[in-house]
């Protein structure tokens, strides 16, 4: 495999993983500016009762991805260096029970779930998974680094800002309007 395309495809499942996990807790958690979020929501509740769910979905699908099993996926195991880390196989264990959950409950959704807590059996939270992806781009840059690559925190990813400026824009039309 042509290792400058895994190391751009890695970083760019990084990226947009960070990028859905930014505005799912834009969402979700509670930060200064959860009122104006919640009025721009309470706009347009369908458009946006879709938007919350399919923000974590892909959160947890592109950070689970890095931890496939298969040979012809891309994943953290493709580059040899990230193996070399000392993080590498605590991390790798990890992800891989979010791939568990990601199989057994958004991607395959298990016939046993029902009966089978897939999501209590991995241990972990939404703030696991949120480690998960923070420990894989500090893998990733410093792997970059040595490599002399692009590091992720040298990309600027603001879809929060974008996001809350579009926020604070249904706000003052609905005020304008009313």
Same mark, same amino acid.
């Given at each position: 495999?042509?290792?400058?395309?895994?190391?751009? !495809?890695?970083?760019?499942?990084?990226?947009?993983?960070?990028?859905?996990?930014?505005?799912?807790?834009?969402?979700?958690?509670?930060?200064?500016?959860?009122?104006?979020?919640? *009025?721009?929501?309470? #706009?347009?509740?369908?458009?946006?009762?879709?938007?919350?769910?399919?923000?974590?979905?892909?959160?947890?699908?592109?950070?689970?991805?890095?931890?496939?099993?298969?040979?012809?996926?891309?994943?953290?195991?493709?580059?040899?260096?990230?193996? *070399? !880390?000392?993080?590498?196989?605590?991390?790798?264990?990890?992800?891989?029970?979010?791939?568990?959950?990601?199989?057994?409950?958004?991607?395959?959704?298990?016939?046993?779930?029902? *009966?089978?807590?897939?999501?209590?059996?991995?241990?972990?939270s939404?703030?696991?998974?949120?480690?998960?992806?923070?420990?894989?781009?500090e893998?990733?840059?410093?792997?970059?680094?040595? *490599?002399?690559?692009?590091?992720?925190? !040298?990309?600027?990813?603001?879809?929060?800002?974008?996001?809350?400026?579009l926020?604070?824009?249904?706000?003052?039309?609905?005020? #304008? #309007?009313?």
């Open positions: 495999m042509n290792t400058d395309f895994a190391y751009r !495809d890695i970083r760019n499942t990084l990226v947009h993983a960070r990028a859905c996990d930014e505005i799912w807790w834009l969402l979700e958690g509670t930060h200064k500016e959860r009122e104006i979020v919640k *009025e721009g929501c309470n #706009q347009y509740v369908e458009f946006f009762q879709t938007v919350r769910p399919s923000m974590f979905i892909s959160f947890a699908i592109l950070v689970s991805s890095l931890f496939d099993n298969r040979d012809d996926c891309i994943t953290l195991k493709t580059i040899p260096e990230f193996q *070399e !880390d000392q993080i590498f196989t605590q991390l790798w264990d990890r992800g891989r029970k979010l791939h568990k959950y990601r199989s057994k409950c958004i991607a395959h959704r298990d016939i046993k779930n029902e *009966e089978k807590n897939y999501a209590a059996d991995t241990e972990f939404y703030n696991d998974i949120r480690k998960i992806l923070n420990d894989s781009i893998l990733y840059d410093r792997t970059a680094r040595k *490599e002399n690559r692009v590091e992720i925190s !040298d990309i600027n990813i603001s879809p929060g800002k974008d996001f809350l400026n926020m604070r824009r249904l706000t003052q039309t609905e005020a #304008q #309007q009313g």
